[in-house]
């Protein structure tokens, strides 16, 4: 079969927004290849000493998009499932940036300190891992940082995470599992970038594991069947993204949502879903670094599949 690679036409998107022009257009049960470049549009480079000399806050996270599929209607839930992640360069980028990050003064969270150093890690990628030093290996284990759909009427950065998806930086976002996004204009609106080859839970430097990517999907439209938030499935989870300010609050989002689920779908009483996720429920910290942060709340599909 072969399957057609999608590069960006244009310049690369830094917002979510339903009136960016589309690049191209696929039909539901379509594999497509999507090209991205990573968090910095490719800019940093070993000869780059600053951040600031090449990237400008906030466009980060370029976003190849939009991508109609045909046929998703408001109201419709527009499901992604992820295939494969491959870098299309033998390195990954990290580091760390003035005045951004889980443990230094922010913006949104201002003290009197100064920021920490800027540093910055080229690590090599091989079959083996990403090598972090001569002693360490770590996994490749890529995900998609950014990825969803377009909002009704705004337009929001590509930083920010919210009920359209965005950046929410979850591990959980990646080959094998398959993505639902809650459709809000004709033909959705499909933007994803900011590939991952690995990250810690949390993103806690704000900066993961950053590489260009080939990302291959496919895309399936679950006419009349609505979401409000970000849903993912795999073979052993059913998972739910929140995204808000404070934590806990993402945290909430998260859990009713996926309560909701279980007493839609698989027949719980509301009550009785809320009992079994406070004994067998689990969370994952997406990022705790963004402009609103995201958690993942998880229920183990072994105890759904008995019903």
Same mark, same amino acid.
């Given at each position: ?25 696929? *039909? ?36 190849t998009g ?20 491959? @870098? ?21 969270? +201002? ?12 690590? @090599?990628?091989?079959d083996a ?12 284990? @890529? ?10 009427? *705004?337009?929001?950065? &590509? ?36 590939a991952h ?32 938030? +970000? ?14 300010? @404070?934590? *806990?609050? &993402?945290?909430?989002? &998260?859990?009713? *949502? ?38 993942? &709340? ?10």
């Amino acid at each position: 079969m072969t399957i057609r690679e999608i590069h960006q036409s244009g310049p690369y998107r830094y917002s979510y927004s339903p009136f960016h022009p589309p690049i191209a257009t696929v *039909e539901p049960g379509e594999t497509v290849a999507i090209h991205t470049v990573d968090a910095f549009e490719n800019k940093m480079t070993p000869e780059v000493r600053h951040f600031a000399d090449v990237c400008t806050y906030p466009f980060l996270n370029p976003q190849t998009g939009p991508i109609v599929v045909n046929g998703a209607e408001p109201g419709d839930t527009l499901a992604v499932k992820i295939h494969e992640i491959t @870098p299309t360069r033998d390195h990954a980028i990290t580091g760390t940036i003035p005045y951004f990050g889980g443990l230094t003064s922010t913006k949104l969270d +201002p003290t009197l300190q100064p920021p920490l150093e800027e540093q910055w890690l080229y690590l @090599p990628i091989d079959d083996a891992g990403i090598h972090f030093d001569a002693q360490r290996v770590i996994p490749y284990e @890529p995900f998609l940082g950014t990825m969803g759909v377009a909002p009704e009427i *705004e337009a929001v950065n &590509a930083l920010t995470p919210d009920y359209y998806g965005g950046n929410m930086d979850c591990v959980e976002t990646r080959p094998g599992n398959e993505v639902w996004f809650p459709v809000h204009v004709d033909g959705a609106h499909f933007f994803t970038g900011d590939a991952h080859a690995s990250q810690g839970d949390g993103e806690l430097t704000g900066v993961a594991l950053e590489i260009p990517a080939r990302v291959t999907v496919s895309f399936e439209v679950k006419k009349g069947y609505g979401v409000k938030w +970000p849903r993912i499935v795999s073979s052993d989870f059913l998972m739910v993204a929140g995204s808000a300010r @404070p934590l *806990e609050a &993402a945290a909430r989002i &998260a859990w009713v *949502e996926l309560i909701d689920w279980m007493v839609n779908d698989y027949g719980f009483d509301r009550m009785k879903a809320y009992h079994l996720l406070g004994q067998v429920g689990q969370m994952r910290l997406g990022n705790m670094v963004d402009p609103k942060y995201t958690m993942v &709340a998880k229920c183990p599909r072994r105890y759904l599949d008995r019903l």
